[in-house]
């Protein structure tokens, strides 16, 4: 069923590539075919036979399903399509269980009740819920989108080794810690049809994330032309063995991932200031990026330590700024901006250096002690000479 869903979004790239009618008229049949041979008239949703023989239903396909009708309904105008949506949502509503189980029997009784694998319970899901807010403005959505965000990156998510576990349980442990590279090929596939087509806001960390797949399945993919599909946890192979589902499917999520144009470009850090205020001095800087700036961070050493310090800037009236401890004394401080866009790509500025004056003293009670100690030695220095007289008086007398 995926692979058939997939199919029905490549002929419409196609389409929007080359305007060839005949891909449209291939993808209209293809939405046809799957629509009458797929869909349950009883319970609603799409479903097919599994690998055991049996109808079962996925979150994945009724969230692509939705994905390729609206597509289909952008490049026709035919509400049909667009119409249809809405029972794809719904089929999504019935499935949730604080996210989504692997598969489920057409009545929506959870048949595999282990969360796996992450194009199931997480991307599949985020593109129907996208489309969902887009098309509803549902808040209820909008609140599934969050929770399974926070699941992508709180389980599934390996924050050691980087990656997706494979398996989870019903309760969110992991089951099976190796990294299933059919599977991300797969998860970048949908990522891509979540920003081009769903109209998803981008988020930091999950891009963050999709970066290091890109990274890693490149890795993969340059050492061999046919790579395995599983790995252990620390992305070492578990067989030499090639897999061509496997390969396939990193290579359409690699080409769908790299056709969106993702930028490339880091954000620009200009106009670097430092201003002495009383006890603070603050730090502005301007960043700007072509898309948008993530994150802004000051680092900052003086000619009083070897360290560096980092604290985060905040973007007031367009301009980012941050406020540091003026020291008392005169100092020397060297400072440099880090800045990060939505998509990971991080821009380092050059060091600047500023000579800060220190925070004025009060010098009165210094004054005192220097004059006393003045009139001290005046003091000494004429008994001195008294005595030395005295003495020298003395021994002329003696003679």
Not at 166 to 172: C, K, T
């Amino acid at each position: 069923m995926f692979d058939l869903l997939n199919y029905l979004y490549g002929v419409m790239k196609l389409y929007e590539m080359t305007a060839n009618e005949t891909l449209l008229s291939i993808a209209k049949d293809l939405w046809n075919y799957i629509y009458n041979n797929f869909r349950d008239s009883t319970y609603g949703g799409l479903m097919a036979f599994w690998d055991f023989g049996d109808y079962v239903k996925s979150s994945t396909w009724q969230s692509v399903y939705a994905v390729d009708s609206f597509m289909l309904y952008q490049l026709t105008n035919n509400v049909t399509y667009r119409d249809y949506i809405s029972e794809c949502i719904r089929t999504l509503e019935k499935m949730w269980d604080n996210g989504f189980h692997n598969s489920y029997d057409p009545d929506f009784v959870i048949r595999n009740s282990n969360r796996f694998s992450t194009e199931i319970t997480i991307f599949g899901p985020l593109a129907g819920y996208s489309l969902g807010v887009l098309l509803t403005g549902n808040t209820t959505y909008s609140d599934r989108i969050l929770t399974l965000l926070y699941q992508e990156n709180e389980y599934f998510w390996d924050q050691n080794y980087g990656g997706y576990y494979y398996v989870l349980d019903p309760s969110f442990n992991v089951y099976d810690d190796r990294k299933n590279l059919h599977i991300h090929g797969f998860d970048l596939l949908l990522y891509s049809m979540l920003i081009t087509i769903c109209d998803f806001e981008l988020h930091a960390t999950l891009q963050e994330h999709i970066n290091y797949i890109v990274e890693k399945l490149c890795e993969k993919i340059n050492l061999t032309a046919v790579i395995p599909k599983m790995f252990y946890r620390d992305w070492s192979p578990t067989t030499t063995a090639a897999d061509v589902g496997a390969t396939l499917a990193v290579l359409s999520g690699l080409i769908s991932y790299r056709s969106m144009g993702i930028d490339g470009e880091p954000p620009i850090i200009s106009n670097v200031n430092l201003e002495e205020k009383d006890s603070k001095i603050l730090v502005t800087a301007n960043v700007t990026d072509n898309t948008a700036v993530d994150t802004v961070i000051l680092s900052y050493t003086t000619n009083t330590t070897s360290c560096w310090y980092n604290t985060t800037m905040t973007l007031i009236e367009e301009i980012y700024q941050a406020e540091i401890h003026r020291p008392a004394q005169p100092t020397i401080f060297v400072v440099k901006i880090f800045a990060c866009d939505i998509y990971g790509n991080w821009a380092v500025s050059e060091e600047y250096q500023f000579e800060i004056g220190g925070i004025e003293t009060q010098q009165t009670s210094t004054v005192y002690p220097t004059l006393f100690i003045g009139v001290g030695v005046a003091i000494g220095f004429v008994i001195g000479i008294v005595i030395a007289l005295i003495f020298l008086k003395r021994k002329k007398s003696l003679e």
